[in-house]
């Protein structure tokens, strides 16, 4: 789950672990009003620590 400055859901997206440390996107979404932002890149960076990104289960 992915949250701006006030707490508000941006985006979610869902992972499917293929292995240990091995996942891959299974789908991501991100509000309109948030899109451009760089939201849905976040979690994939390498040099992001997952920014806003929040895991849920």
Known sequence: MARDEDGTAIGC?????????????KRMFVVPAARGRGVSKAPTSPSSSSGCWTPQR
């Open 13 to 25: 997206g869902a992972l499917r672990e293929l292995g240990t440390g091995v996942a891959e996107v």
